[in-house]
């Protein structure tokens, strides 16, 4: 396989949610963006309340949604990096599901460890983006991120470390608000087990190791 079809349409998807979004606004969020449990009163229109709440279906929507410009940017910047090399190694089919579990281990823990860090909904494909890098990183340990001078450059092994320290110190001490930290978290550490499973290194075995 020499293209990461699922890779391109990924960036295809994103980038027209996004461009949906700078004509919809709040209306895509309102459904589509990740909620914590409970009503949340957003405003009214018509003379009706407009209400957010949680629905299963946003543990994957919310990863097509993007707060900026900056933010969709970084996020498509991810995938393009890690994205081929996984896509290639893992196979087409396993990617695109080893994608979207990552989306959603990162919206659950989300939902149960970042209520109270000052997020209101969650969007975007941060959680996924870092269990790529988790992947990629156990996969490739000594390899180097090359967006860098070759001197510069961090084997993505110390780069998986040091992000994943700084969502942990971020998440724990309740810094920089507006940051879905433990999304980060929950999609490196389902993406970790996720490999590690494919990898036959649980007590739980694959039928098939579709990663080496």
């Known amino acids: 396989m020499n293209q990461p079809l699922v890779v391109v349409w990924l960036v295809i998807v994103n980038s ?39 629905q299963p279906l946003q543990l994957l929507s919310y990863g097509f949604l993007h707060a900026d410009f900056v933010h969709i940017a970084l996020n498509l910047l991810g995938l393009m990096v890690f994205g081929p090399l996984l896509e290639r190694c893992m196979g087409s089919g396993p990617f695109l599901f080893y994608y979207l579990f990552c989306l959603v281990s990162a919206g659950v823990c989300q939902l149960l460890f970042g209520l109270g860090d000052g997020v209101g909904a969650t969007l975007g494909a941060s959680g996924a ?10 996969l490739y340990p000594q390899r180097r991120l090359r967006l860098f001078p070759l001197s510069l450059a961090p084997q993505l092994r110390t780069l998986a470390i040091v992000l994943g320290g700084i969502s942990v110190l971020h998440g724990v001490l309740g810094s920089q608000a507006g940051v879905a930290h433990f999304a980060h978290l929950g999609g490196m550490v389902g993406g970790w087990l996720l490999v590690q499973y494919w990898r036959g290194r649980l007590p739980l075995r694959p039928r098939r190791w579709l990663v080496p």
Not at 20 to 35: E, Y
Not at 129 to 138: D, E, F, K, N, S
């Open 16 to 54: 027209v949610m996004f461009t949906a979004q700078l004509f919809l606004g709040d209306r895509m969020l309102v459904h589509l963006a990740l909620w914590p449990p409970g009503e949340h009163l957003l405003g009214s229109a018509g003379g009706r309340d407009i209400v957010a709440g949680f």
């Open 129 to 138: 983006i870092y269990g790529l890098l988790v992947a990629a990183a156990l």
